[in-house]
């Protein structure tokens, strides 16, 4: 059974900058199959962030961090990133990577994913 570990969290004030990894492990990893963020703050629902084909040839985001995000993968080492910078308030969410179904398409859609991470913190100080 393939497991999601992100990490990188935390605190930082805006205009900062932060690199989250997700790393895969047991069972099938995700090399084949492509991986997204999404990310949910305190009273809202879980939104999408980014997402990335399994070559990595074809990466989406969401318009608000168009920009100041950015996917990319390591297939070697079963991680995938997402960097983030000039942070804003409105960043701060507990931030969760998941592995889609290999023929998903719809990659905004948190259906589209069967295996999530427990998620890490973020807050953005203003």
């Known amino acids: 059974q393939v497991q999601l570990v992100e990490s990188g969290g935390g605190l930082v004030q805006a205009g900062g900058s932060l690199r989250l990894s997700c790393a895969a492990s047991?069972?099938?990893?995700?090399?084949?199959?492509?991986v997204g963020w999404f990310r949910q703050a305190p009273g809202k629902e879980r939104e999408f962030v980014a997402a990335?084909?399994?070559?990595?040839?074809?990466?989406y985001y969401t318009d608000s961090v168009k920009g100041r995000f950015t996917i990319s993968r390591d297939n070697a080492k079963n991680t995938v990133y997402l960097q983030m910078n000039s942070l804003k308030p409105e960043d701060t969410a507990v931030y969760y990577c998941?592995?889609?179904?290999?023929?998903?398409?719809?990659?905004?859609?948190?259906?589209?994913?069967?295996?999530w991470g427990q998620g890490t913190q973020v807050t953005v100080s203003s």
């Open positions: 998941a592995r889609a179904r290999a023929t998903a398409s719809a990659l905004h859609y948190a259906g589209a994913y069967d295996v």
């Open positions: 047991g069972g099938r990893t995700f090399s084949t199959y492509p």
């Open positions: 990335i084909s399994w070559s990595a040839l074809n990466t």
